[in-house]
Every structure is written in C-alpha cells, then in structure tokens.
C-alpha cells in the first residue's frame, strides 16, 4: 500500500512531517524554532573538567549546557601519552590488522566479496594505511583529517557477549564494523544491541545522520540508469576476476594466512586482549587535559538537566551512503540489505570508489538497489563536504559550529522518503520551495512527486493528522478489538501495560488474551516510533499459559519494530508476562519537546484532597507562629481549599491564635490552586503583659466604703491575664472566681 509523506511549513515556529498509511499515522517527526536540534552538529569544542569519577570530560562547544564526552568517545589521536607508549599501540594495531586478514583470508575460497570485506575492515579500505596515528604532538592542534583510529578499541569492555570461537574469528572484524557505526553514549544501555537487528548499520547506527546542500549538478544525476546497469553488467565478469586477483595478491603478501586456521584464532584473540591491555592502562585524567580542544559531534540532544552527548568518532550521512572520516574499520554493507546479490554488487562498488586509508564506507538501505554511478557521486559529495568541514576547523577558534545539520525537511526527504511513498504533499511556499529543490538535486526523476497544498483548510486537519497527534498527548491508547494500552514514562524508564478491556469476541480467556497481545504488539512498536520513547521499555502483556503464544506476541512485536530505524534490543516474555526491552532515544519526544511541568502538580500527575491540603497549610501556619516573630500571619491559599479550612477547621486556627498571640487570616486566592499556598508575615508580636496580682479569699481584707454607693468588682484569682476581655468573653463566674464587696 503506498504512503504519502505530508509536511506542515505553514508556520515559521513549528515545522511538522508525518508519513501516512490508510489514513494512519506512521512515522512522525517536528522541528521547533526555539529550540534548534544539536544532534548531528559538529563543533570545535574546549575541554572544561576532566572528571575521574565519571570517566569522561565535560567540553564547551556552544550549546545552553557543557556537553558530555565520555572516555571511549574520545579518539586515540587526542590521547596525550609518552613516545614509548605510542609505539607500542603502534606495533599491536599492526599485528591485530594482519591477523584480523590472515583470518578473512582462510575463508576466501567460501565467500571472495564477503573475504575481501573482512580484510578491508581489518587492514582498513584499500587494504592500507588504517590505523591510529599515535605519533602526534602533545601540543598540536586536534586533527580534523581522516585520524585512522580502530573504533572498537574498547570491544571487551562493551559488555558484548562472547561468540564462539570460529566465529568470533570470522565475525571479529564484523564485529568491529558494528560497534564502530554504533558508537553512542557508553553511560545508555542502547548501545549494545543484540537479538534482533533492527537498526541500519549505515542510517541507524553511525549515531548522527548529517548532509548538507548537495553541490553536484542536478543534470548529472539524471543519467540514464538502464545505460549505466549496461555497463554495470558488461564488468561483472571483471569485477569477479579483479577480487579473485586481489585476495591472491594479498595472501602472497600475508604468510600469516598459511598457518592453521585454529592457530590464527589464538593469535588473533591474545593480540587483542594485548591492544586492550595497553589501552585500559590509561584513565582519562592521564591522557585528557583541561583546556584541550576537541572536534565533537552531538549523538544526543540536551534532556532536562543533562547536556548533550558528544563523541569524536564523526560521521557524515548521505542519501545512499556513510562515511566516517575517523574510523577506519568502519565499512561495509548495510545489515538491512539481505540480498546476497546486492551485497556482493555493492562490494564491488565500495571496491572501485577507493576510499582513502582512515575512512570508512557504509551503504545504507536506501542505497541497495542504486547504480554504481548514483553511489559515487553521494560519496564524492560526502568527500567534498569532509573537506569544508576540515578547512573550516583550521580557521576557527573554540567553542564554534563547524557543521549544523540539515533541516527538518531536508532531512525527511533523505531519510524518510523511499519507494513506497506515493507523494509528498507540502503546506507552506517557503517549505515547498526547500523540499523541491532538494529534491532535483538528490532524485530528480521524484521530484515530479513533490506537490504543494492549496487549499483553505489546514493540511493535517484536512488528512485527520490533528487528531491522532492529540492522542499521543494522552496515556490510554484505544485498540480495535476493544482492549487499550496504558503508556505511562519517567526519565528513563518507561511502562506499557496490556489490558483486555472490553475485549469478549474470542471463545475462551487464552484467546482473548492473545488476540489483545498481537494487537497490542502492533499498537506499542507504533506509539515507540510515534513519542520517540527511549530507554528500558517494559511491556506488561495479558498473562498467557502456551508458551507458543509468548513466542508469538514476541515474534510479532520484533516484525512491527523493523520499521523503527532506532537501535532497538528486545527481550523474551519472562514468567510474570512481562517483555523488557531497550530503545535508542533519536530526538526530543513530543511530550519532552512540546510540554512543561505542570504549574499545579509539578508533573506529578495528582494533587492532594482539600482535607490533606488543609492540614497541610495549618501545619504549616502553626509552625510558622511558633518560630516567627509577626504578628499578623495572612495564608493565601486556593478558593476551593479556603473554604474548606475556614467551614472545618475554624477550631484549629482559633486555638493557633490563642496559645501564639498571632492573628492568622485566611485569603482565597484565585492564583493558587491544588495544595499551593503563600504565608505573608507583617506586623510585631505583642509583648505579653506582667501577670495580675492574685488575691485569695482568706487573705481579703474588709475594706471600708468611701461613699453610700455601693458596686460590686470581680477579680479572677485564677487567671494570670492582664488582657481586657470584651463583655460577651468576660465569664468570672464560670471560672471559679471568687467575688469581693466594695462599699463606698
């Protein structure tokens, strides 16, 4: 079924794009003015604060917070480390590198493309020059050039699990492709991803995904592509023979390749665990200093209180291809390309490009079934944008953008944009505009499919887009079958929970249970895409009691998450229903990027009740009598929780300003709401004034009258006040005072 891609520019502070299946919402991503996307960007960056504790640096690079580097982010060539020591990382990466061939060289026979890829990897493209310069200055400039650095220098310490031992020698240099186009933020458990494969070795897993304006002529892209698979097919044969030719060459090189595949294995591990060794000596306080100056590029955006999340392993995307400038074993083909005939097509097409030595190449996805010609030309574009970026770096002075990554629209297209999406329909001139014209330059032949929307009515009210972009504002998520999911996330850890709802189609519990599971399978994958959720994922599902149920619901939300172009690891169904799972985090959320706490409960969802709130507020006053010196204390509290403490707690107050000699009023106030309250403080306390003398009974004496009038006065013998009681307070006989005649 053919989808269309609908982009909202109407208005310059938010740009919206949403690809459209059935009418439902698939994929959905938006841009705001005010806070511009780091992720992607390059930046020549300063070292603040090298933290021990944390291993990593903190670095100035220009963003509202210091960025995070940790220390496995950080290249070899930044190391500032002794001669001696240079030398021997030196001689253990070129002993790793011959082993790593010798080994794909033992398997040539089984597999040339697939060989020739492992030796590539291992002595990095074109067989030469690929590994870390160690040699440099303590006091030169940071290197803006390709730096030859192996990114999986730290492969043991990555928490992988161990292959057996074939084929963790076959899969060693694999191996390191992998983790080199996955590097991310040690601290986030995404980065080790196993059981299924979603991400893109190219688009998903090379962290960032960056391009700019493409400079080659549109004209040139418009070839005739069935002229260009004619030449294509006439070198096959010499392609074949070529590699063929090649792997010869480079075993008679390598006398490594003639000793025991076994033997190779041993070497090969113990040369590793040597290189390891060397590496793992060093903490980041001896290698990084203060004041350093580093080319970074943002893996992740700024979150909360959290800065952005840096590397200094780069990489620069294109339409069809990566290239990785600074990690030499980075290459390869995409994971997500299953055709063994296009992977092999497209190994010799990598072959022919000859990529210096340093670098690395991925084909991405997109680029499975493109020519030899249209891959060359995105590479040399990568090239040349590689080389402004370089030429830039050694004219600026840090902190400074070097390279901003590409608009939303821009990027959509690229990224977004494939075969199966009939149009993209844009709202805005000045968006209509950007998407055309990007368009002619990357796919001149779709930009036909480029359409601008006229109408009065707003694009996504006119698709049904604005309503189910509310829904995600929301945690319950209706499902067809009459069940829901309740979505519920903090920080890092978010909850799906199953529920059959009013789900009674199916004959029998089981049933119910797993027809709510699939659906709910679906509906998750979905809403991960939709609200960007990120972190551990924990589904709860329906409790099931056949295990080939369990296997079900996991094998249908595995097929829904190939969709997802995040690096994603899922697990199993445990014996409590529950199914963890982990998911890398691409951009700001729709709740992060679009909400703020909420004023009234600060983000906890729920305020207490009036009756909790009152008691709150009075604890609060009478404590603020006990240890104040005011005389008036006035409480500003909401309408609803006034009224509340004035109708039944009017006792609680009195006695407040009985036993504290302060007056306490109670003010609606219509700005307060929930259990919010103010305590304003004016006035001096009253001095308590000297006790009343006490006159007892029989110690009275008479005392004669001064006049024939006559009147009698009360004296409390009891009470120690010297305070004048109004009449309706003045009670003497009700206290036991005793009375005493005075005669005039």
Same mark, same amino acid.
């Given at each position: 079924m053919k989808k269309t891609m609908l982009i909202d520019a109407a208005n310059e502070e938010e740009v919206r794009v949403c690809v459209l299946q059935n009418g439902k919402v698939e994929d959905f991503d938006f841009e705001s003015a005010s806070k511009r996307p780091v992720r992607g960007n390059i930046y020549l960056a300063r070292v603040t604060r090298v933290e021990p504790s944390l291993q990593a640096a903190f670095v100035e690079f220009g963003g509202n917070r210091h960025g995070f580097l940790a220390f496995n982010e950080i290249h070899p060539d930044y190391y500032q480390i002794p001669v001696s020591d240079r030398a021997l990382l030196q001689e253990a990466d070129k002993e790793e590198a011959e082993l790593a061939a010798a080994l794909a060289l033992t398997r040539a026979g089984e597999d040339d493309d697939d060989a020739l890829d492992e030796i590539d990897a291992a002595l990095g493209e074109g067989g030469e020059g690929g590994r870390p310069d160690y040699s440099r200055d303590d006091d030169r400039a940071p290197r803006a050039s390709g730096s030859d650095g192996p990114h999986a220098l730290e492969s043991e310490a990555e928490g992988s699990e161990a292959p057996e031992p074939e084929a963790a020698a076959m899969d060693a240099p694999a191996a390191e492709t992998q983790s080199a186009d996955a590097h991310d933020m040690n601290a986030d458990p995404l980065d080790e991803i196993a059981g299924i494969e979603e991400a893109d070795a190219g688009e998903d897993a090379a962290a960032p995904e960056i391009v700019e304006e493409i400079e080659f002529a549109a004209p040139a892209l418009a070839a005739d592509e069935a002229g260009e698979d004619a030449v294509e097919n006439e070198d096959e044969e010499d392609d074949e023979a070529a590699v063929a030719a090649r792997i010869a060459r480079?075993?008679?090189?390598?006398?490594?390749?003639?000793?025991?595949?076994?033997? +190779? @294995?041993? !070497?090969?591990?113990? *040369?590793? $665990?040597? /290189? &390891?060794?060397?590496? =793992?000596? %060093?903490?980041?306080?001896?290698?990084?200093?203060?004041?350093?100056?580093?080319?970074?590029?943002?893996?992740?955006?700024?979150?909360?209180?959290?800065?952005?999340?840096?590397?200094?392993?780069?990489?620069?995307?294109?339409?069809?291809?990566?290239?990785?400038?600074?990690?030499?074993?980075?290459?390869?083909?995409?994971?997500?390309?299953?055709?063994?005939?296009?992977?092999?097509?497209?190994?010799?097409?990598?072959?022919?490009?000859?990529?210096?030595?340093?670098?690395? +190449? @991925?084909? !991405?996805?997109?680029? *499975?079934? $493109?020519? /030899? &010609?249209?891959?060359? =030309?995105? %590479?040399?574009?990568?090239?040349?944008?590689?080389?402004?970026?370089?030429?830039?770096?050694?004219?600026?002075?840090?902190?400074?953008?070097?390279?901003?990554?590409?608009?939303?629209?821009?990027?959509?297209?690229?990224?977004?944009?494939?075969?199966?999406?009939?149009?993209?329909?844009?709202?805005?001139?000045?968006?209509?505009?950007?998407?055309?014209?990007?368009?002619?330059?990357?796919?001149?032949?779709?930009?036909?499919?480029?359409?601008?929307?006229?109408?009065?009515?707003?694009?996504?009210?006119?698709?049904?887009?604005?309503?189910?972009?509310?829904?995600?504002?929301?945690?319950?998520?209706?499902?067809?079958?009459?069940?829901?999911?309740?979505?519920?996330?903090?920080?890092?850890?978010?909850?799906?929970?199953?529920?059959?709802?009013?789900?009674?189609?199916?004959?029998?519990?089981?049933?119910?249970?797993?027809?709510?599971?699939?659906?709910?399978?679906?509906?998750?994958?979905?809403?991960?895409?939709?609200?960007?959720?990120?972190?551990?994922?924990?589904?709860?599902?329906?409790?099931?009691?056949?295990?080939?149920?369990?296997?079900?619901?996991?094998?249908?939300?595995?097929?829904?998450?190939?969709?997802?172009?995040?690096?994603?690891?899922?697990?199993?169904?445990?014996?409590?229903?529950?199914?963890?799972?982990?998911?890398?985090r691409r951009r700001a959320g729709i709740v992060d990027g679009t909400t703020h706490a909420c004023p009234t409960c600060g983000g906890a969802g729920a305020v207490r009740s009036h009756e909790m709130a009152a008691l709150r507020i009075l604890r609060a006053t009478e404590h603020e009598a006990i240890s104040g010196e005011a005389g008036l204390l006035q409480v500003k509290v909401a309408i609803d929780v006034a009224l509340y403490v004035l109708n039944h707690k009017r006792e609680w107050l009195r006695r407040i300003e009985e036993n504290y000699g302060v007056t306490v009023e109670v003010i609606a106030d219509s700005t307060k709401a929930g259990d919010n309250f103010e305590i304003e403080k004016t006035g001096a306390r009253k001095e308590a004034a000297e006790a009343p003398v006490i006159v007892r009974a029989d110690t009275t004496e008479t005392i004669e009258p001064d006049a024939g009038t006559e009147e009698v006065a009360v004296e409390d013998a009891d009470a120690g006040e010297s305070e004048v009681r109004s009449e309706g307070e003045s009670r003497s006989d009700e206290r036991g005072g005793r009375r005493r005649r005075r005669r005039r």
């Open positions: 480079l075993a008679e090189q390598n006398p490594l390749a003639k000793l025991p595949r076994r033997e +190779l @294995i041993e !070497r090969y591990r113990e *040369a590793r $665990r040597k /290189k &390891a060794r060397l590496l =793992r000596n %060093y903490k980041i306080q001896e290698v990084i200093k203060r004041r350093q100056i580093l080319l970074v590029q943002a893996v992740k955006e700024e979150r909360g209180t959290k800065g952005a999340a840096l590397t200094t392993y780069l990489s620069l995307a294109g339409r069809y291809c990566v290239l990785m400038p600074n990690t030499a074993r980075g290459g390869g083909i995409s994971r997500k390309i299953p055709v063994a005939a296009d992977r092999k097509r497209l190994r010799r097409v990598v072959d022919s490009l000859d990529v210096p030595g340093g670098m690395g +190449l @991925i084909i !991405r996805t997109a680029g *499975a079934k $493109r020519t /030899k &010609a249209e891959i060359k =030309r995105d %590479y040399e574009y990568l090239v040349r944008l590689w080389e402004n970026i370089r030429t830039l770096t050694l004219k600026s002075i840090a902190p400074c953008l070097i390279y901003e990554e590409a608009s939303l629209i821009k990027r959509a297209i690229r990224d977004l944009y494939d075969k199966d999406i009939a149009q993209v329909i844009v709202e805005g001139d000045s968006g209509y505009r950007e998407a055309k014209d990007f368009m002619k330059m990357l796919m001149p032949s779709h930009s036909k499919n480029v359409q601008p929307y006229k109408e009065r009515t707003p694009l996504f009210v006119a698709h049904n887009v604005e309503a189910q972009l509310d829904s995600m504002y929301q945690p319950t998520v209706r499902l067809k079958s009459g069940g829901y999911i309740v979505i519920n996330q903090t920080e890092a850890l978010i909850a799906i929970d199953v529920n059959s709802g009013k789900s009674t189609r199916e004959r029998n519990i089981e049933q119910t249970a797993l027809r709510t599971n699939l659906e709910a399978a679906d509906e998750a994958a979905r809403q991960m895409r939709l609200r960007d959720l990120a972190g551990l994922i924990v589904v709860d599902f329906i409790d099931m009691e056949e295990g080939r149920n369990n296997r079900a619901v996991e094998k249908r939300l595995k097929d829904a998450l190939r969709a997802d172009r995040a690096r994603i690891q899922v697990g199993r169904i445990s014996t409590f229903g529950l199914l963890e799972m982990s998911r890398q």
